[in-house]
């Protein structure tokens, strides 16, 4: 047998999602395990911790690999500068809304702020996809 190629996405996909499913099954054992008050503050800091592992995998760990991206394709020129500035700009925009997120200023879904985000997603499909489409 040859090598196996695993794509990084799914694997870091799934290194952010793992957490939050170990902290869920947590706390319905705890419900199934019929625990009463004594349980109540330990699901509330399960609750508390879930809620804190999503907006660190989902808001601040994309805006992360989006300054990478955005740095990497700025500097190799695999795409028209603007989409990589797209990224670049957006990043820090996502990392402020971050952490208003977490110190409570801002709701957890703010969609204004993902404008960037889904703008350089699909700006970017469909330059890869003009250009493979050239290449055939």
Do not use: W
């Amino acid at each position: 047998m040859g090598k196996r190629n695993i794509p990084i996405g799914h694997v870091s996909e799934v290194e952010k999602i793992s957490p939050s499913l170990i902290v869920l099954l947590s706390i319905v054992t705890l419900r199934q395990t019929g625990s009463g008050v004594e349980a109540l503050v330990t699901s509330h800091v399960l609750v508390t911790l879930y809620d804190r592992i999503f907006l660190l995998g989902q808001s601040f760990m994309p805006a992360i690999c989006d300054l990478l991206l955005g740095f990497l394709l700025y500097q190799s020129r695999l795409v028209p500068r603007v989409l990589s500035l797209i990224g670049i700009i957006g990043a820090p925009i996502l990392l402020v809304s971050y952490i208003a997120t977490m110190f409570g200023l801002i709701g957890q879904h703010t969609p204004l702020v993902d404008v960037s985000a889904i703008l350089k997603e699909k700006l970017m499909t469909a330059h890869f996809s003009a250009k493979g489409k050239e290449e055939k």
